[in-house]
């Protein structure tokens, strides 16, 4: 089979072949049809897999073509996923717990075990989602993490139907977070830099557009009755910190997005209105698969640019360079 692999620290993304791998116990093999191109994909190439080679790749949609030994929830022919969530250990304290996306054992497809860009790919049992007919592939691949990581955010940050939630950023991970708020049913206020992006962020669904270069954020947001919930897709961690004094009483700023530098929040401003911070992570398979239900159900899709397997370098690059906007995805 074809893979890209990175076989050091450093090193470029190398296209080379190899034998086609066989599942173990509880594992299947699934055909990869296409392959998001995510930023955290930077983390194989830069050191941070638990060995090499490794092939990246933790948005993935395929096919199953082999189950192993114990396996009894898949069939070959069916339609999966794969994401950041590689599988849990089931035997921490978080995973007793059922806090499957918190397990120790921090297994994460592309980084502990190898990903999507390449022909197949093995993965735990538990770490496949279903994909539903209405999706093709190639719309799938990017929400199994870009779109649950928005998606489970805002499920999880206890706005209700009618509140007021703004989404910092209309990039990869911002112009799904305005669908799926939009469709959740919240009053949306999308935040960006420069006024020609208000009639797109309008397109997605979004109710007000704030151009966080010529408006203050916190202030158009107070002025709307304060924000339940702000989503902060962006790696500006002042752009996420500006939006803080526009949460209501006991709103919270999520964080998805993750800035190189300290997200440097006033002590009062969470203090006088008893307002949160709050980080979250990915999600589970079936996170992923709720996700995807709920895409195909209300028409929230990821806007792509698809290019061959065997130019995963120069996609790599068109996205680390933010070019194009959104999501880039590789198919074979």
């Not at 692999?5 to 049809?33: C, D, H, M, N, Y």
């Not at 921090?106 to 770490?127: N, R």
């Not at 993750?258 to 006088?272: M, N, R, Y």
Request: glycine share 12%.
């Amino acid at each position: 089979m074809r893979a890209v692999q990175v076989t050091e620290a450093g090193a470029p993304f190398e296209l080379v072949e190899r034998e086609v791998p066989e599942p173990g116990r509880w594992q299947v093999r699934v055909r990869t049809s296409a392959c998001g191109v995510c930023h955290s994909d930077a983390m194989a190439a830069g050191g941070m897999a638990s060995a090499y080679p490794r092939v990246p790749g933790h948005e993935v949609a395929g096919t199953v073509d082999a189950v192993g030994e114990g396996v009894t929830q898949w069939e070959v022919g069916q339609r999966v996923g794969i994401g950041w969530f590689g599988g849990a250990c089931f035997t921490c304290t978080p995973c007793r717990d059922g806090d499957f996306i918190s397990c120790t054992a921090q297994k994460v497809t592309g980084l502990t075990s190898d990903g999507g860009y390449a022909e197949h790919v093995i993965a735990q049992a538990d770490a496949l989602a279903a994909v539903p007919d209405e999706l093709t592939d190639a719309e799938a691949a990017p929400l199994m993490c870009a779109g649950v990581t928005c998606f489970n955010a805002l499920r999880g940050s206890g706005a209700r139907p009618g509140d007021v939630v703004a989404v910092i950023g209309l990039g990869g991970l911002g112009h799904l977070g305005v669908q799926f708020a939009a469709a959740m049913g919240f009053e949306v206020v999308a935040v960006a830099r420069g006024t020609e992006k208000g009639d797109f962020a309008r397109r997605l669904g979004a109710h007000h557009y704030v151009d966080s270069t010529s408006q203050d954020v916190a202030e158009v947001l107070t002025g709307l009755g304060g924000a339940n919930v702000v989503l902060s897709t962006v790696t500006d961690a002042a752009a996420a910190a500006a939006a803080v004094g526009g949460l209501a009483p006991r709103g919270r700023l999520v964080v998805v997005g993750v800035p190189e530098e300290p997200l440097q929040v006033p002590a009062v401003d969470l203090i006088l209105a008893s307002r949160l911070v709050t980080g979250h992570a990915s999600g589970t398979a079936k996170d992923s698969e709720d996700c995807l239900r709920f895409a195909a159900l209300t028409g929230v899709r990821p806007m792509i640019e698809e290019a061959p397997l065997a130019d995963a370098s120069a996609a790599f690059e068109q996205m680390m360079a933010g070019t194009p906007r959104f999501r880039m995805v590789l198919t074979t």
